[in-house]
């Protein structure tokens, strides 16, 4: 099998991406020397790579990584794959630590980050709520060296991805990882934390790609009927918990509205 063959097989710039993955290679070379014949063990590989190609699979989950903010996060299916939108939420959340800047920020098409400032604290801690593959904890703790972070998440099996992660990163010593629901992990912390979190947000009766469908995890994208069920408790735990400086979600923009109408009942 040969470059131009795997090319062939698959008629777009998946072809480049898997190719660029499994030789190692940069996208010019592989348009320089389409003649390359796969070595018998990166052919075995290919073939499998193509036949989960086929069913639809992601070209993340097939070749086991995703770019975020610069950095290769490993991924598997049991965490969704990052996406652009959550590097905006990174982005305010890094604006949330320097100077509390609140408001809503847009993230892609109908998605927003929304931020609001709870009390006049300097926070020691991100948490980072359904961490998933750790993307977004273990990029503020790069991004700023002296952060320490908590990521919890309910899958057990996502943790020990964002584990695998925090080590590739070298950050694995100022993250502290939980398995749990919402903010139970944390109800006796005693310091200082910002919340940030891109949680389940999407309105269950939503058809999305049958590639999202049928690969990435219902849990982590599906909140109930108006895509609530996670993003309304989250927030009025995070109200009531006293070392709560404030909350950084990503969200529908048509969601924000109850978001604030919880947010502005608390007491001032």
Known sequence: MTIAEVCKAIESVDAEILLAALLQKERAWLLAHP??????????????????????????????????????????????????????????????????????????????????????????????????????????ASERQSLRCIATDISAAALRVAQENAERFSVKNRIVFHEGNLLEPVQGFTEPFLLVSNPPYIASTTMLDSSVMDFEPHKALFAGTQGTDVLLPLVSSALRHPFCMGIVFECCEQQVGTLEAIVNTRPI
């Open 35 to 140: 003649e390359y014949i796969l070595k018998h063990a990166e052919e075995k590989v290919m073939r499998v790579w193509l036949c989960k190609y086929a069913e639809g699979m992601p070209v993340a989950y097939i070749r086991g990584w995703q770019l975020f903010y610069g950095r290769k996060f490993v991924v598997s299916q049991d965490v969704l794959i990052p996406r652009p939108s959550t590097e905006t939420l990174v982005e305010h959340a890094l604006s949330m630590l320097c100077d509390a800047r609140e408001g809503v920020q847009k993230a892609d098409e109908g998605i927003v980050t929304y931020a609001r400032v709870f009390r006049p604290m300097t926070p020691s801690y991100v948490l980072d709520v359904g961490t998933g593959s750790g993307c977004i904890a273990i990029t503020l």
